[in-house]
């Protein structure tokens, strides 16, 4: 499936661009044959003004002086030449003098550039078709006008020079292609990456979470059917059946609960949930009730708490569902007689919420993975302690909900040390 949408990202990609790349260059021969055939242009306006300025004409006697005029004397000219032919015609049109090819008697094109195709003849061979491009040009002498100039140049040139053009764009245009194919490809499996992470940690997530519910499922049924196929009448045994089943019901509603918050809290919370938190407020609150539990008895449980107010924006409930949870890893994991210590301090633009023990700690391979779903350092010790690995993992979702992160410090027999950061207000 991942190779399939990697590939459709690539061709999709590759199509994209590489309609964007043949429009670019579409457009870049036209404009070079804009820009081509536009100095052309100017170049034969150039020599036809210098021509038109040698022409004297008599107005008196009605003569035309073309001697100094700088046209080409043989009537079939090289093709190598800048002009293949000049041609004079009067007002009225009718053809007066040229060199070159043989024109017609009468002026035929209007004013102005045209592109022209023409083959030339020799006394022994034809020659090839060229294209020219042809400029007649209107000669006013004090104001009078006294004929037309009309010359010719040929294209061969400008060919030659966009024929190379297309052959560069006809290499360049594929080998481009080629490469943006790789770069979707390589670009499509980078996109499709955090995907498949994605898919693979909730299949992960979804086989750990079917063999946590399998165990108490399986539970809840063997007590079922035994008290089913009992045929004691001692309510005391059938109490302890009973018993177990509830127990067992109440560990997968907290395993549910925990899934359930996991996938409603995922993201980073909405500005319409965010609020003033006392941060002093509601870890003061949580110390004094957490002291009376039955989990903390066995500690040391204390508490260091700024004099003023250390605020910051978000969920109250959710950010004390945090606190907790590092408070009951704490006690959980600290033998009798230990101490787990709770502390706020501001870092910078940081409120850090600190939970300190002297437990048993994390091993430093262990460390990376803590904060996944359903990890567990110790299985036996975590079933002992019925943890499901999904209490640190809720922390740092409710720490990054807040746009905060979490830090943890570990030493094998020596404690833990986890600091929650949050944004100042």
């Known amino acids: 499936m991942f190779y399939r949408s990697r590939s459709n990202l690539a061709l999709w990609f590759t199509l994209t661009m590489g309609s964007i790349l043949v429009a670019f260059s579409g457009l870049l021969y036209y404009q070079t044959v804009l820009n081509n055939l536009e100095n052309l242009d100017r ?5 036809s003004r210098v021509m038109a300025v040698n022409v004297k ?6 003569q035309l002086d073309l001697e100094n005029v700088p046209l080409l004397g043989n009537k079939v000219p090289p093709l190598g030449t800048e002009l293949v032919y000049a041609r004079w015609y009067d007002t009225r049109g009718q053809l007066v003098q040229f060199f070159g090819t043989i024109p017609e008697p009468q002026v ?6 045209k592109t022209l195709k023409t083959r030339f003849y020799s006394s022994k061979e034809i020659l090839p078709v060229i294209w020219l491009r042809q400029l007649t040009l209107p000669v006013y002498q004090d104001s009078l006008f006294i004929g037309y100039l009309q010359v010719a140049t040929p294209l061969a040139p400008t060919q030659d020079d966009l024929a190379q053009l297309r052959l560069v764009l006809l ?3 594929p080998a481009t292609l080629g490469v943006i194919g790789l770069a979707g490809w390589c670009l499509g499996g980078l996109a499709m990456r955090p995907i498949r992470d994605s898919y693979d940690q909730l299949q992960r997530f979804t086989s750990d979470a079917s063999h946590e519910l399998r165990s108490p499922l399986s539970a809840i049924t063997s007590n079922a059917q035994y008290g089913l196929l009992s045929k004691s009448n001692n309510i005391e045994a059938q109490r302890q059946i009973f018993g177990k089943i509830v127990d067992v019901t109440k560990s997968m509603n907290t395993l549910v609960n925990n899934l359930l918050f996991l996938a409603r809290h995922a993201g980073q919370l909405s500005p319409e949930y965010l609020q003033d938190v006392d941060l002093k407020t509601e870890l003061l609150q949580i110390a004094d009730e957490y002291a009376t539990q039955e989990a903390a008895q066995h500690l040391n449980l204390t508490y ?11 969920d109250a409930d959710l950010l004390r569902q945090a606190v907790v949870n590092l408070l009951d890893n704490a006690c959980k994991y600290t033998p009798a007689g230990g101490h787990v210590h709770l502390r706020l301090f501001i870092q910078s633009y940081w ?6 023990d002297d437990g048993i700690g994390i091993p430093k391979a262990d460390l990376p993975h803590i904060f996944e779903r359903f990890y567990r350092v110790d299985k036996k010790r975590t079933r002992k302690t019925g943890g499901y690995g999904l209490g640190l993992s809720i922390v740092q979702q409710i720490v990054s909900a807040h746009t905060g992160h979490i830090s943890v410090k570990s030493l094998v027999d020596q404690g833990s040390t986890f600091q929650i950061f949050l944004p100042l207000k």
């Open 351 to 356: 409120a850090v919420i600190e939970v300190m």
């Open 43 to 47: 170049l034969l306006y150039k020599k």
């Open 304 to 314: 260091t708490l700024p004099t003023t107010s250390v605020t910051v924006l978000g």
């Open 57 to 62: 004409y008599d107005l008196g006697n009605q």
């Open 108 to 113: 035929t094109a209007t004013p102005g550039f």
């Open 171 to 173: 290499l360049i245009v």
